[in-house]
């Protein structure tokens, strides 16, 4: 197999001293992995500003590096120019900006339409300190007019100062492949991060994926409902599915693989080490 890319972490930050607890204990086993960073998803319009901060902070403190996402949408621009004042005042050196999804019934959407908007605001404000991620999506964002449009506005974030991209997951990896090739041919040239969702439940992924276009493909998607609520075969099943995509991402020479841990670590940890994933033994 090819040479094994970066690995990092994506977790949504707790509610309850429970909920972080166990999100340590996450953390932790993911640490034997060394990843290259932990990101801490941001709650649309702000809503857990607060504790997304308070969850990339537990992070640094444990030694590794915490990556806050910053949603724009709904927000002024004197309150995102707050929280980067206050990230950089904690010494966070990376960001993965993004627009948001628009609540419903909302009003006004803020100061910023786009991500590439806030992306822009960023650089103008703090110059080269933020590595900056913004989001891609391989199977195209929802409310893209055509798969054109959105390369265009992904190449948009680009030029505005964006480093790197993570993308929306995918279960068909030709969809990443062609995605990159197209962007490389527009002269894109940031590292395009496939981002991995393990299965943990049907009904769950099917939510998520309707909202954000992600596609199940049907015979995955009819494999799955099979299970029914027998959720070990269905996770042992998932585990195998996502290992195969990653072992195509990985031969086809990936910059890196982001993990949607949805702050779970078992099944994730056993893809790693069944690809290989070196692990750092002892503390
Ligand atoms: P944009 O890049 O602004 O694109 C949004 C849409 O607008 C696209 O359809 C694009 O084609 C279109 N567009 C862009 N520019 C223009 C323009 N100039 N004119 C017309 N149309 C345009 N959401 C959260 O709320 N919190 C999170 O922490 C979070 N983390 C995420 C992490 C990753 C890796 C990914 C892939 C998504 C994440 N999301 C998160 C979801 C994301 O906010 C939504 O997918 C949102 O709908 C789009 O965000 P964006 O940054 O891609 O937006």
Not at 65 to 86: F, T, Y
Not at 248 to 261: D, E
Request: glycine fraction near 8%; aromatic fraction near 10%.
């Amino acid at each position: 197999m090819s040479s094994l890319p970066d690995i990092s972490f994506e977790f949504f930050p707790p509610k309850t001293p429970e909920g972080m607890a166990k999100l340590r204990q996450a953390r932790e086993q993911f640490s034997a992995y060394q990843p290259k960073f932990f990101s801490v998803t941001f709650g649309a319009g702000g809503s857990t500003r607060d504790r997304t901060l308070e969850t990339v902070l537990d992070i640094q403190q444990a030694g590794a590096e915490g990556a806050p996402h910053l949603s724009c949408i709904s927000a002024s621009k004197a309150e995102i120019r707050q929280l980067l004042q206050d990230y950089q005042a904690h010494g966070i050196k990376r960001l993965v900006a993004l627009r948001g999804d628009i609540p419903s019934g909302e009003v006004s959407t803020g100061d910023f339409r786009y991500a590439s908007e806030l992306v822009a605001f960023i650089r103008e404000e703090t110059g080269d300190h933020f590595q900056i991620e913004v989001a891609a999506y391989p199977e195209f964002h929802p409310e893209s007019r055509s798969p054109n449009a959105d390369l265009q506005y992904f190449k948009h974030k680009v030029a505005a100062g964006a480093n790197a991209a993570i993308t929306q997951y995918f279960y068909n990896a030709d969809a990443y492949f062609q995605f990159v090739d197209q962007a490389n041919s527009l002269g894109i040239d940031i590292p395009i991060v496939p981002g991995v969702m393990p299965i943990y439940n049907f009904t769950q992924l099917a939510r998520f994926s309707s909202v954000c276009g992600a596609e199940i493909p049907r015979w995955l998607r009819l494999r799955l409902q099979d299970f029914g609520d027998d959720l070990a075969s269905l996770r042992d099943f998932g585990s195998d599915v996502v290992q195969d995509l990653c072992e195509q991402l990985i031969a086809g020479g990936v910059p890196g693989l982001h993990f949607y841990t949805l702050n779970q670590a078992g099944t994730i940890s056993n893809i790693l080490d069944r690809l290989g994933v070196e692990k750092r033994t002892g503390k």
